[in-house]
Nanobody, 124 residues
Framework: QVQLLESGGGSVQAGGSLRLSCAAS???????MAWFRQAPGKEREGVARIYTGSGNTYYADSVKGRFTISRDNAKRTVYLQMDSLKTEDTAMYYC??????????????????WGQGTQVTVSS
């Protein structure tokens, strides 16, 4: 069983930066970790994912070049550095993880474990 705890959300003006953290109780190594987000009235969408074994990453087009996902396996933590934030980035951000040994894409059905979410609000 893996428990995920997100932190780092908050309010920021457009153009600003935030860094989200996701601490995984069951460890991060050898699984896919990802960030998803959901704005009010919209479907949950994948933002970025990392396979913690190789470090291979993938980003949604909407955040490419602005967000960076990374991991520290020793600290059992995955990060999402968000720069050049836009008002449309406002959403609840969720950390997700697969079972160990799985390398998957950004489909939310592929992820087994989910955090409670952290709110990110970007104002103009």
């Amino acid at each position: 069983q893996v428990q995920l705890l997100e932190s780092g959300g908050g309010s920021v003006q457009a153009g600003g930066s935030l860094r989200l953290s996701c601490a995984a109780s069951g460890g991060t190594n050898g699984r896919t970790m990802a960030w998803f987000r959901q704005a009010p009235g919209k479907e949950r969408e994948g933002v970025a994912r990392i396979y913690t074994g190789s470090g291979n990453t993938y980003y949604a087009d909407s955040v490419k070049g602005r967000f960076t996902i990374s991991r520290d396996n020793a600290k059992r933590t995955v990060y999402l550095q968000m720069d050049s934030l836009k008002t449309e980035d406002t959403a609840m951000y969720y950390c997700a993880a697969t079972r160990a040994g799985q390398s998957v894409g950004l489909s939310f059905t592929a992820f087994t474990y989910w955090g409670q979410g952290t709110q990110v609000t970007v104002s103009s």
